[in-house]
């Protein structure tokens, strides 16, 4: 196997794939560059954080189908998964040193749910000052993009780590590293489903 790490989404990510198909190392890794740049609600110019900003974009077809997807895991899950909780991490929690906690108050009042996410064929609109915040499902949907490239170009082995987000490609042994040592494994289990 060849592998090769980089910052991406935030975080590590670590692409492994069989020595033959190292070439596809790079373009993976843009890929992802991609999500980024459609996801983040970090990067100023992500189309998430101009949705943000903007209240209104021009609308993109993975922007529309994770949107979509959110959608449908806030029914699921009768609204435990709420993209809207941007309205409370990304507006009213501050960390460093201009920290700042909300109060019960304004945690009680800040402006929540899907309902205020319009998704239209040519727009996206957001409606009664929400903000989507996507760290839930961002990295996860960005590792199903990739190995949806990778089984396109007919690579069937190899992983994907975005963070705590694994993919493998084939069967393949994961290892959970100790948090108390540092060359020690707390977990060792072997991947059935590609």
Do not use: W
Request: hydrophobic content about 40%.
């Amino acid at each position: 196997m060849s592998s090769r790490t980089q910052v991406i989404m935030g975080t590590f990510c670590t692409l492994s794939l069989e020595v033959s198909h190292a070439q596809e190392l790079t373009p993976g890794f843009e890929k992802l560059k991609e999500v980024e740049q459609v996801l983040s609600s970090y990067k100023e110019d992500a189309l998430v954080s101009l949705l943000n900003k903007n209240r209104h974009i021009k609308s993109h077809p993975m922007l529309r189908e994770i949107l979509k997807k959110s959608k449908s895991y806030y029914a699921q899950t009768q609204g435990y998964f709420d993209i809207t909780i941007g309205s409370i991490t990304k507006k009213l929690y501050h960390f460093g040193e201009e920290e700042q906690i909300p109060t019960k108050e304004a945690l009680g009042i800040a402006p929540l749910g899907v309902e205020n996410i319009f998704i239209a064929k040519d727009f996206i609109r957001l409606k009664n000052n929400i903000t989507i915040d996507l760290g839930g499902i961002g990295k996860g949907y960005g590792v199903d993009v990739l190995a949806a490239y990778y089984q396109a170009k007919g690579i069937t082995k190899g992983q994907i780590a975005l963070s705590g987000d694994i993919r493998c490609l084939d069967l393949c042994d994961i290892a959970i590293q100790s948090p108390f040592e540092e060359d020690a494994t707390i977990a060792l289990f072997q991947a059935k489903i590609p």
